[in-house]
């Protein structure tokens, strides 16, 4: 059975992205501080397909990793339309479902990238995209919202969290409006790099 | 020439205390989940002259290193008064400068501990604390806005955070309200531990 994850990265102050943030800013004012540790990984530029990056090391297998555990993506609509303009086609390589209210049918892209749009809400697309991981794991891609949401509702397994030496000042902060006292949270794992620290989370309901 | 840091742990969510905080609740509600690591320590227990805990590892080694270093402390009114009723006699062992408008005679304690009430404000308190400190190194102890004071003013060169893996939901955030753009951060030092992460960083001005 798979587990249910995301994979963030967050400034020393807590944020997943700056302010400003659009479809022509994706990650906000100083935003792209957040990854510089992925942006000098050569697996970071292959998966989107492109040639990149100086280094393939720990990093590189962290991310390489990452894709290759999950079978199933959920996202938010904002995610979704802020990415709809800048993703290549064919990045998820697999089912993708789009929390909205908007009834659209599936967007089936070249290759083995496909979105669904979710009115059901978070435990109906939850369901499916379990369905569509068989015995992979389901991403809760983001944004920070959704993981809130997938949070309060005690659906996830566990997390990966990049903490990246650098300030925001402001923007979206990814562990905000939390309820306490739905998980125990234990550190399964510490990953030291140069420009980020990687700790992986796992959250078991009380 | 000693360097100004601070150390703090946080929660999953940022926060160095719960709500409710008070003289009678120092830590606010789930603030002692934030400490469990330190808690086990023997180390800690005998910083405050008291019997107790279980461990002695590099946790304790981290306790120990943290007070000898630290050559002189500044802290916020508010964290003074609230530690003023709880703490035991001569615990910090050398002087202390209160950050208040108040004006008050130095309260001298049994043994070396100096508590300086300084009107003059963040630099003036630094200058008189480094003098304090001579070679060793001056700690901010708290709050977090005092500790956001020192880094928004540019002087602050290194950090020790403690990552607890719990959830606080609301409280303080150590690192709100801060301005980008004033320091070059990197990642020192990780330490792993079976109850929090700690991470050491170092701040330079741009």
Same mark, same amino acid.
């Given at each position: 059975?798979?587990?249910?994850?995301?994979?963030m990265?967050?400034?020393?102050?807590?944020y997943?992205a700056?302010?400003?943030?659009?479809p022509?800013?994706p990650?906000? !004012?100083g /935003?792209?501080n957040?990854? *510089?540790?992925m942006? @000098? %990984?050569? #697996?970071?530029?292959?998966?989107?397909?492109?040639? +990149?990056?100086?280094?393939?090391?720990g990093?590189?297998?962290?991310?390489r990793?990452?894709?290759?555990?999950?079978?199933?993506?959920?996202?938010?609509?904002?995610?979704?339309?802020?990415?709809?303009?800048?993703?290549?086609?064919d990045?998820?390589?697999?089912?993708?479902?789009?929390?909205t209210?908007?009834k659209?049918?599936?967007?089936?892209q070249?290759?083995?990238?496909?979105?669904?749009?979710? !009115?059901? /809400?978070?435990?109906?697309? *939850?369901?499916k995209? @379990? %369905?569509? #991981?068989g015995?992979?794991?389901?991403?809760i891609? +983001?944004?920070?919202e959704?993981?809130?949401?997938?949070?309060?509702?005690?659906?996830?397994d566990?997390?990966?969290?990049?903490?990246a030496?650098?300030?925001?000042?402001?923007g979206?902060r990814?562990?905000?409006?939390l309820d306490?006292?739905?998980?125990?949270?234990?550190?399964?794992?510490?990953?030291?790099s140069?420009?980020?620290?990687?700790?992986?989370?796992?959250?078991?309901n009380?």
């Amino acid at each position: 059975m798979g587990k249910v994850f995301f994979d963030m990265a967050v400034s020393l102050d807590g944020y997943v992205a700056g302010d400003d943030r659009g479809p022509n800013n994706p990650l906000g !004012n100083g /935003g792209t501080n957040l990854h *510089l540790w992925m942006y @000098k %990984q050569k #697996a970071f530029f292959n998966s989107l397909g492109m040639e +990149g990056g100086e280094l393939d090391d720990g990093d590189g297998d962290l991310i390489r990793g990452v894709f290759a555990r999950t079978g199933a993506y959920i996202m938010g609509k904002r995610m979704f339309e802020e990415g709809e303009a800048n993703w290549p086609e064919d990045l998820y390589k697999t089912d993708v479902y789009v929390l909205t209210h908007e009834k659209r049918d599936p967007w089936v892209q070249k290759g083995t990238t496909r979105f669904y749009f979710e !009115n059901g /809400g978070p435990n109906i697309a *939850l369901q499916k995209a @379990k %369905q569509s #991981a068989g015995n992979k794991d389901v991403r809760i891609q +983001g944004g920070a919202e959704t993981i809130q949401q997938f949070l309060n509702a005690g659906l996830v397994d566990e997390c990966i969290v990049h903490y990246a030496p650098t300030i925001l000042g402001s923007g979206i902060r990814l562990f905000d409006k939390l309820d306490k006292g739905i998980y125990d949270i234990a550190i399964d794992k510490v990953m030291e790099s140069n420009l980020t620290t990687h700790i992986v989370y796992k959250f078991k309901n009380k």
